[in-house]
């Protein structure tokens, strides 16, 4: 997705962080107006949250509208949603995993059926390309992963990075910097 907003905003910089934030928070443009599913959003928001004035909101609009490609994409943005930041707060865990390559679509299948082969309880799942290097996804479990299906996920080949972001229920328990952990309540001894 950004690659299109990429080629079609390359020689208007501000018009393109105005569409590239449209793009991160799933924000349409209707009859001329933006929208998070149907409610209208204040110009005067977006321009203050991308640092432009509200003159270069209001063109990234008109040329959006004018553009039949762009027009037909933006048009159907919607708003996801994410339990990542509440999860914790929950209970729950958040599996965040890193790729090394764009392509992990392979890796996909491994990773779930590790945490299948554990009887890990999976709340939502959220995935994304992060431009054309890397790519991220995100599991929020119900209850807490096996450090196992952990070590085996980060074995697999095309993994750069796991994040474990555990409850906060109880924030003294915390495990090294080293394994990305963050509040884990199985903690771990480091003396």
């Not at 995993?97 to 799942?125: A, H, M, N, W």
């Amino acid at each position: 997705m950004l690659l299109i907003v990429e080629e079609y905003f390359k020689n208007f910089p501000a018009r393109k962080k105005v569409a590239e934030l449209l793009v991160e928070l799933g924000i349409s443009i209707r009859n001329s107006k933006l929208y998070i599913g149907d409610v209208d959003v204040p110009v005067n928001s977006v321009a203050q949250v991308a640092g432009v004035n509200r003159k270069i909101v209001y063109h990234t609009i008109e040329f959006i509208e004018k553009t039949y490609e762009l027009r037909n994409i933006f048009e159907r943005f919607e708003p996801k949603l994410s339990l990542a930041k509440v999860a914790p707060i929950m209970g729950w865990e958040v599996l965040e995993i890193e790729f090394k390559k764009p392509k992990y679509g392979c890796i996909l299948e491994q990773i779930f059926r590790i945490l299948s082969d554990t009887s890990c309880e999976i709340r939502q799942v959220l995935g994304e390309r992060e431009g054309i290097n890397g790519s991220k996804l995100i599991i929020i479990l119900e209850k807490p992963v096996n450090i196992d299906a952990v070590g085996k996920i980060r074995g697999l080949e095309g993994v750069e990075t796991i994040t474990l972001h555990t409850s906060e229920m109880d924030k003294q328990k915390i495990v090294c910097n080293y394994c990305k952990v963050k509040y884990c309540p199985r903690k771990v001894s480091l003396k």
